[in-house]
């Protein structure tokens, strides 16, 4: 815990470029050897080494040397920190009269009062750094050994902060890094927070934009006083349409919270004004008394039940892409799938950074990114350049968040045909950092075939030959077959070593060169193994 508390107090920026940390790593390893000019030093910084880390380490040297009461050593602290002479000037008088008094020469009280200056400015409240220790590691432990409880509790705690939608996400994606699934909404496992069953995390319906406490409350009242929900009309007459009115069960719909019935998004969207008014003269005649015909034969003794989802309309459901859009609409993140799914290995092949990491980047740094196009807008400039006055604003969205970019006139006129709503493609861009969020200047954009082809410089083959026999010639003519499927213009090298472990590259000739966006990566891995088919490319920032 020792560790764990120096470890908070240290790794700030002061101390870092200070040299503290560096000092305090050495002498804790032995590589350094820790010094102290009096004993009371000793005896107040052995447990770091010798280094002033803690604002209580400055108190008690200043109140045991010095005989500063400790209330005066707190405020000489603060006023160190804040660089107030003529309070430190006051507590250095202070202290060297009392360390000589206390027998301590006046040049070795001089040095300590300047140590303590000089570290004091840095120091941190060890009471602090200990409370966040321990919480640290707290969180740790139940992160390693309960991590679908630990996550599930993190988006709780997120769960009705509208600004905090792009955190959780990152949480849902750390939560799968975890190897936690998670469920998607649904009216029948759902509570209204995030909550965790059979090792699996239940999306809380609190987090579907619109939905409220109380619709989600009120539908896990229904579901537990009457069981699981039948189907979407079944649900419609079980809850109250004052606390769950018709707005939240579209939102509902558009989730896929309705997708364990077994019925489509569509005849949903389409039975939604039938199944309401159905609903309420359902619920008017159970509070006048009256049952209705089947119900009526099912308390004598008949078989009233219905077949599930009885009423709904025979329609095709929503396109992909639709649905995903809804999703979207209704929790600001996809959570079924991603629009860019199909892209993802792609993506990470060829683009420098993702949206999330753009802050690691220097001003004007040049980047790649690769991403979906959203929240177009078409502005105008006061002042036209080259007689062009349109530039773009829009967002690029990848698989880690969103990336605010402009495009200026000059740009703009040269690639307008790609900027486009949902549009899913490659930008070039140079990295703005006037405030905290960086702003992409957008110099270029290309479709996603594009660039591959300028971005891909060559396929890399690792070949291991067993005995130049009959085997390898047929792999050798499998990979000639793979490779003539995908003509194209980029060049192909086979790295091959022999038994000997000798090495030699070849480079294959013109009538063997590829596409690199449609040769099959899957194919010639499954000749040569996993890991042994590269695509080399230009440099993109990952080494």
């Known amino acids: 815990i020792r560790d764990l508390i120096a470890t908070n107090a240290l790794y700030r920026p002061g101390p870092l470029s200070g040299g503290m940390v560096d000092a305090y790593v050495n002498r804790k390893h032995g590589r350094e050897k820790p010094t102290y000019v009096h004993p009371i030093m000793k005896e107040v910084l052995e447990e770091t080494y ?21 209330a005066s050593a707190y405020a000489c602290i603060k006023a160190i920190s804040k660089k107030k002479e003529d309070i430190i000037k006051a507590r250095r008088i202070d202290f060297l009269k009392g360390a000589q ?72 994606g750390d939560a799968r890094r975890l190897g936690c699934e998670v469920l998607p909404p649904s009216i029948q496992e759902g509570e209204a927070e995030f909550t ?60 896929g919270a309705f997708d364990c019935t077994g019925a489509k998004r ?24 009256q049952m209705n015909l089947f119900e009526s034969f099912d308390g004598a003794g008949g078989n009233g039940e219905t077949q599930a989802n009885e009423g709904l309309r025979n329609l095709p459901e929503w396109p992909p892409l639709e649905k995903l859009k809804y999703e979207k609409e209704a929790l600001d993140f996809y959570i079924s799938s991603h629009p860019l799914g199909q892209y993802e290995e792609v993506l990470k092949r060829f683009t420098s950074f993702e949206a999330a990491h753009l802050k690691q980047c220097e001003p004007n740094q040049e980047v790649f990114l690769g991403g979906m196009l959203t929240l177009v807008r078409l502005m105008n ?115 091959i070593r022999d038994g000997a472990g000798k090495r030699l590259v070849m480079k294959l000739g013109e009538d063997l060169k590829v596409n690199p966006t449609n040769v099959s990566k899957a194919d010639l891995e499954t000749i040569l193994g996993p890991g042994r088919v590269e695509f080399s490319r230009q440099g993109n920032g990952r080494g």
């Open 50 to 70: 010798g280094i002033l880390v803690y604002q209580e380490q400055c108190m008690r040297i200043l109140n045991l040397l010095g005989g500063i009461e400790l």
């Open 101 to 172: 008094e206390r027998g301590v020469t006046e040049e070795t009280a001089a040095e300590i009062f300047d140590l303590i200056v000089h570290f004091g400015g840095y120091g941190f409240n060890k009471s602090h750094s200990a409370a966040y220790a321990k919480l640290g590691y707290q969180t740790a432990y139940l992160k390693t050994h309960y991590p679908a409880e630990f996550m599930a509790a993190l988006l709780t705690s997120e769960i009705e902060d509208s600004n905090k939608r792009d955190i959780m996400v990152e949480h849902l």
């Open 196 to 255: 965790v069953k059979n090792g699996k995390i239940v999306f809380g319906l609190l987090a579907i934009k619109g939905l409220g406490r109380g619709a989600a409350e009120e539908i896990v009242r229904a579901r537990n006083e009457g069981g699981p929900f039948k189907d979407f009309f079944d649900f419609c007459e079980r809850i109250d349409q004052k606390a769950v009115p018709k707005m939240a069960i579209e939102r509902l719909i558009k989730v």
């Open 266 to 289: 569509s005849q949903l969207w389409d039975a939604l004004d039938r199944a309401l008014q159905a609903a309420s003269q359902a619920q008017s005649d159970r509070r006048h008394g």
């Open 381 to 495: 400039t006061k002042k036209a350049r080259n007689g062009n006055s349109r530039y773009a604003r829009f967002k690029l969205e990848d698989f880690s968040g969103a990336a605010e970019c402009v495009m200026w006139p000059d740009d703009y006129v040269k690639f307008k045909d790609l900027v486009e709503e949902d549009r899913i493609c490659f930008i070039q861009a140079l990295v703005e950092r006037k405030t905290d969020e960086p702003i992409l200047q957008v110099t270029r954009i290309m479709t996603i075939e594009q660039g591959q082809i300028e971005r891909t410089t060559g396929l890399s083959l690792q070949l291991d030959l067993t005995d130049g026999g009959e085997e390898d010639v047929q792999r050798l003519e499998s990979i000639r077959r793979v490779l003539s499927r995908s003509r194209g213009h980029l060049p192909v090298f086979i790295n």
